[in-house]
Structure formats: C-alpha cells, structure tokens
C-alpha cells in the first residue's frame, strides 16, 4: 500500500513539473524596436520643430497668451539654430574646450533673462520652481561631471 501511494505521489509530481514547463516565451524586441527609434538614434528635428515643441509644451504647463507664445518659439526657434551651430564649431574644434563652455553659459544666461522679460513674475516663479525641482531630481544620479565633483565634495564634508 505504501509502494502505491508513493508511486503515485511520484506520478502526479513529475506530471504538475512537466505542465508547469509550458508556460508560453513572449518574444523580446530589440531595444531600438521597443523605443520606437529606428536604429537607435534620435530623430533629426530641424530647430523649427524644437522651437515649436518647446513652446506648445511650456503654453500648455504656464498658460502663456497667445503674444507670449510667439515670443517663446521666436526665442526657442534662435537658441536652437545656435546651438545647432555651436555644436558644428565644437565638433570641428578640440571637445571640452574651457572657453567654448564658458560662451556657452553666457548664452544660457542671455536666454534665462530674455526669457524673464517674457513671462510673469507668477509664471516666472513657477518655472524657477520646476527648474529647481527638476535639478533635485538629477542631483543623486551624477549627470554630469561637476554635479558628481560637487556631490563627492558634498560627500566628504558629510562624513567629517
């Protein structure tokens, strides 16, 4: 009776592993294919596209006027042809150059503050926000170099 009820036993594990096997394999796509990009770059989008991306996005999060919105992808539209055409002088030019980052922070400035002029203080002050929030975010992560610099530092002064 033992031999039986064990023989069993056996029969009905070896069988519920054999089903548990069959489980159905989904094909994995590519990583290009599941991003949706063909070959894994990125779209080339001309700086009009940009602009005007950039400025439907910040009308729909800061409620800009219709006057507003016009000034934000003019602006847009001449900060991405010169970064498109300060990315072509760098690429052409030795990468990291100390001066070439410096110009490029004094643009950045110039575009913050024209872009001060355009908004309201109330919109300005939520852009500052999420920019802040936004940089709270990435400051864990070690993006870029200075920020893991700063982070180390910050590191060190913790721990003595």
Do not use: C
């Not at 950039?54 to 934000?72: F, S």
């Not at 539209?77 to 990291?96: C, H, M, S, W, Y």
């Amino acid at each position: 009776m033992k031999k039986v009820f064990v023989m069993l036993s056996l029969g009905l594990l070896v069988a519920g592993t054999s089903f548990a096997q069959d489980a159905p394999v989904k094909e994995r796509k590519a990583r290009t294919e599941r991003s949706g990009r063909e070959g894994g770059r990125k779209e080339n989008i001309t700086p009009e596209q940009k602009a005007e991306k950039r400025a439907q996005m910040l009308t729909k999060k800061y409620n800009l006027t219709q006057a507003q919105q016009e000034k934000v992808k003019a602006l847009y539209l001449q900060q991405a042809q010169e970064r498109t055409a300060f990315k072509a002088q760098r690429d052409a030019n030795a990468p990291g150059n100390q001066q070439q980052r410096e110009a490029m922070k004094a643009k950045h400035e110039q575009w913050n503050a024209e872009f001060q002029k355009i908004l309201t203080k109330e919109q300005y002050a939520q852009y500052q926000n999420d920019q802040k929030a936004r940089a709270s975010r990435f400051e864990g992560k070690g993006g870029h170099k200075g920020h893991k610099m700063k982070n180390r530092a910050q590191k060190a002064e913790q721990k003595s």
